[in-house]
């Protein structure tokens, strides 16, 4: 497994999987969400919070690559690295089955932020994309 700067574990529920008894591929979408959303939070930044001052950030593209199938009940661990290149903010998401570190899926998340509607720069944003004086953000790549 690669080193990320942010995980944590999930687990698959009944509903989420389809006749054939794996995880539908639009869940798979929710995971990834719920993943950066949980990252930002623990950063201290809101979604909720930044949309009241006039800033969303919104997927601009997807690339997803389904490897290995999650089932009813697999736990597994979603993992997350960011980046910067101009204005967009580029997540490298993996999810691994728990059981045994199976990669399940790789995903390549390019989100940009709107600024009361407009693209833009948030400094919110990036100080949230900070650990510790030392820079997630790579904006030379």
Known sequence: MTDYIF?????????????????????????????????????????????????????????????????????????????KEGLRYIFTQDLYRAADNRLCLRAKIELVCLIHGRLGTSSDYDKALLDSGKALLDSEK
Not at 39 to 53: N, Y
């Open 7 to 83: 995980e944590t574990r999930m687990a698959v529920r009944d509903y989420e999987c389809d006749i054939q008894g794996i995880v539908n591929n639009a869940n798979y979408l929710h995971y990834l969400e719920h993943t950066r959303h949980l990252f930002l939070k623990s950063r201290g930044l809101s979604f909720a919070d930044m949309h009241a001052k006039g800033v969303d950030a919104v997927v601009a593209r997807m690339n997803l690559q389904y490897k290995n199938p999650l089932k009813c009940d697999d736990e597994f661990l979603s993992c997350l690295n960011v980046s």
